[in-house]
């Protein structure tokens, strides 16, 4: 099975988010299920530098005229092959992949990643004479255009197959009507039936409309985008195309994510050995100048401080954390408002409370494995990965019950934490109280500490590799071959 991936981040040469981490171990998990994976990226920096001998494919001619070069080579950390469309003007920008260092999107965004989508439908129709891909797997918005492109070839011999993941409705990638005279889609995909939405433009639209399959990150997820609530907009579109929408829950790279072996902490550590684990706590109380004890639980947040993540939660009940004794320390970067509350918060309390606005991947895993508890109390979140991230660190997740958070995490009722099942803490009202509750929770069974190490050891033992979603994914490519 030959698969082409089509994405704008991919771990770790370029990422924002968790889109990254997905794109960049799906690949190896494929190819471990017997498929021959391929990428296809936009030429930003991380990947200009990773690309080793690499050869110029061909020059294909943008929709809006510019003559474009596509090479073709090896990324070499992660040892995939990958096509890269290399044009500097367009991707070798300050900032995010996304925006501009003054955190605006770039004026031509439409183009910028439009022609992802154009290239990736080139190499599915024959651009690269000696490999065509069965299946073209495109990833969020950025990449949405991919199947439209292809929804319009008239294929000489067999038609490729299109799947597209959501994995955020959220973020849409919308612009001007007028700018898809720049796009060279036909004039029919303007409308209802394609890429219009309420008179705009909306490549997240192309990508559900004209896929021959969607999925997204978790089963729960694919049932909420269905209802207005959950649904930005779109839910209609997906109720129609139910019958072409699956959930496949996302995993942990374990090669990356994993105490035992993880190089960027000071003491290794797994479910047998949960000293070593305190001892990363102290030591990260001490070089963040957090008063050393391990009396009280210590709360971890690693995230993008956006509205998504609901953690104006967290900033109510502080007071009861720092009440009882806990801790909060975290690493996120996003809305100023959120950023500069937390380093409010930091400076009011520097030994109860550590911030750190930034990004930065190495103290991330520090971070996991410092703390007792990771908060991901989201207002929605289509999968989420720091959940699965605390389970893997022993640092118990308390996350609010939806979208792939409710398909993680189990809450240590009685009756789970009896039959061994319980991993976490989970509130269902996405409200202060019902927040507040879980926290005391969490500060209850912390002072249990036998009881405590149990379900960390449960949390740990959990099986989050990629094994079940690569087959998953596999099945799914057979069955539109077919
Ligand atoms: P989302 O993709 O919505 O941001 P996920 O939980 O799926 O949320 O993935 C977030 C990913 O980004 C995780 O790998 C997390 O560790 C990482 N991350 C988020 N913020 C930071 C940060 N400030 N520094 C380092 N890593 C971060
Ligand atoms: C998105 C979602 C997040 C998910 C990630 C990877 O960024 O917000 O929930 O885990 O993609 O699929």
């Known amino acids: 099975m030959r698969v082409l991936q089509v994405s704008a981040e991919l771990y770790p040469l370029v990422k924002t988010g968790g889109l990254a981490d997905i794109t960049g171990a799906l690949p190896a998990a494929l190819q471990s299920a017997g498929c021959e994976v391929r990428a296809v990226l936009p030429g930003f920096v991380g990947v200009m530098v990773d690309l080793q001998d690499s050869v110029l494919l061909a020059h294909v001619e943008a929709p809006w005229g510019e003559r474009v070069a596509v090479r073709y080579g090896r990324l070499a950390t992660i040892n995939l092959m990958a096509y890269v469309i290399d044009v500097?003007?367009?991707y070798l920008r300050r900032g995010t992949p996304y925006e501009d260092e003054y955190r605006q999107p770039h004026g031509d965004n439409h183009r910028r990643f439009a022609l992802l989508g154009w290239v990736a439908t080139k190499l599915?129709?024959?651009?690269?004479?000696l490999w065509q891909p069965q299946v073209v797997h495109s990833h969020d918005w950025h990449a949405g255009l991919t199947s439209a492109y292809m929804a319009f070839v008239t294929p000489k011999v067999q038609r490729v197959a299109s799947i597209f993941t959501i994995h955020n409705l959220a973020y849409q990638g919308v612009f001007p009507p007028s700018y898809f005279f720049d796009l060279g889609l036909p004039l029919e995909a303007f409308g209802v039936n394609g890429v219009e939405f309420h008179g705009q433009l909306s490549f997240m639209k192309a990508g559900l409309f004209y896929s021959d399959y969607i999925t997204t990150v978790s089963p729960t997820y694919a049932r909420e985008i269905q209802t207005p609530e959950q649904g930005c907009g779109l839910d209609g579109l997906l109720?129609?195309?139910?019958?072409?929408?699956?959930?496949?829950?996302?995993?942990v790279d374990e090669s990356v994510w994993n105490p035992a072996i993880d190089p960027h902490i000071p003491f290794c550590y797994d479910a047998r050995t949960p000293y070593d684990k305190v001892l990363c706590k102290a030591d990260f109380q001490r070089r963040v100048g957090l008063t050393v004890q391990n009396e009280a639980p210590l709360f971890g947040i690693v995230s993008r401080l956006t509205e998504q993540k609901g953690l104006y939660?967290?900033?109510?009940?502080?007071?009861?954390?720092?009440?009882?004794?806990?801790?909060?320390?975290?690493?996120?970067?996003?809305?100023?408002?959120?950023?500069?509350v937390f380093r409010e918060r930091a400076a009011a309390h520097p030994k109860s409370v550590s911030v750190c606005i930034g990004y930065d991947e190495p103290y991330a895993h520090r971070v996991f494995a410092?703390?007792?508890?990771?908060?991901?109390?989201?207002?929605?979140?289509?999968?989420?990965?720091?959940?699965?991230?605390?389970l893997k660190y022993g640092s118990l997740p308390l996350v609010h019950r939806?979208?792939?958070?409710?398909?993680t995490v189990i809450d240590c009722t009685?009756?789970?934490?009896?039959?061994?099942?319980?991993?976490?803490?989970?509130?269902?009202?996405?409200?202060?109280?019902?927040?507040?509750?879980?926290?005391?929770?969490?500060?209850?069974?912390?002072?249990?500490?036998y009881e405590w190490l149990?379900?960390?050891?449960?949390?740990?033992?959990q099986r989050l590799g990629w094994e079940t979603a690569a087959q998953k994914y596999k099945a799914l490519y057979q069955q539109l071959c077919e």
Do not use: H, K
């Open 124 to 129: 599915a129709y024959g651009l690269d004479p």
């Open 414 to 449: 009685l009756e789970d934490l009896a039959n061994g099942l319980a991993n976490g803490f989970v509130f269902d009202e996405f409200t202060i109280p019902a927040f507040d509750r879980a926290i005391l929770r969490s500060f209850a069974l912390y002072g249990r500490r």
């Open 239 to 251: 109720r129609a195309r139910s019958g072409a929408l699956v959930g496949i829950l996302n995993a």
């Open 402 to 407: 939806v979208g792939g958070l409710a398909d």
């Open 370 to 390: 410092a703390t007792d508890v990771t908060l991901v109390p989201s207002r929605f979140e289509p999968c989420g990965l720091t959940q699965m991230y605390g």
């Open 88 to 90: 500097p003007g367009l």
């Open 454 to 461: 149990r379900v960390c050891e449960c949390a740990m033992q």
């Open 313 to 340: 939660l967290v900033l109510s009940v502080l007071d009861t954390i720092l009440g009882r004794g806990g801790q909060l320390v975290v690493l996120g970067t996003g809305d100023a408002w959120l950023e500069a």
